[in-house]
């Protein structure tokens, strides 16, 4: 499967090496994506048979990614603090989550997203409001971080945000 254009189209405002995270990282698409690149990636889901496929993919390939199971929607949502060079996150809203996605960011490090907005229900899945961003919300979201780029409305036959922002 291959990764979300949105994350590819910025692939150059990636650092050459470092760390990366994939929240909510499923098959894990994007951090076999980012360590191709020469990163170093933390992959988390809460699908354990996802994370073990994605962890036996990453063994047979040589590349660095450190996959494990964590519910991010029970218990303490925390991610570390300025741990990672860069953040992905696709097709996942979890809005208690963003304090901790800013935390661990790196000084100058990046937030690659992209999900779902409101929109999208008419579409079809998903539907539950929980998981839907209202318009203009993801920018709120991310503040203080400087926005690099953003986009907002149908793509891809997709309602979605998506936003590409550098913590100072």
Not at 6 to 12: G, I, Q, R, V, Y
Not at 43 to 72: F, K, M, N
Not at 109 to 136: H, M, W
Not at 147 to 167: H, K, L, N, P, T
Request: aromatic letters at 6%.
């Amino acid at each position: 499967m291959t990764p979300a254009a949105w994350l590819t189209e910025h692939a150059h405002l990636l650092p050459p090496r470092g760390t990366a995270l994939d929240v909510a990282c499923g098959r894990g698409r994007h951090a076999l994506w980012l360590a191709e690149r020469g990163l170093s990636v933390v992959a988390l889901d809460r699908d354990a048979d996802a994370i073990r496929d994605l962890q036996a993919q990453a063994t047979a390939r040589g590349l660095p990614i450190a996959a494990a199971v964590r519910d991010l929607e029970s218990g303490s949502p925390s991610l570390g603090t300025e741990a990672f060079d860069t953040i992905v996150v696709v097709h996942y809203l979890h809005r208690r989550l963003f304090a901790s996605l800013l935390d661990a960011l790196l000084p100058g490090g990046l937030l690659i997203y992209e999900t779902f907005t409101r929109a999208q229900a008419r579409r079809g899945k998903p539907t539950n409001p929980d998981f839907l961003l209202e318009e203009g919300e993801l920018r709120r979201l991310v503040q203080p971080l400087e926005v690099i780029d953003w986009r907002e409305g149908a793509f891809e036959e997709r309602d979605v945000a998506s936003i590409v922002a550098r913590r100072r």
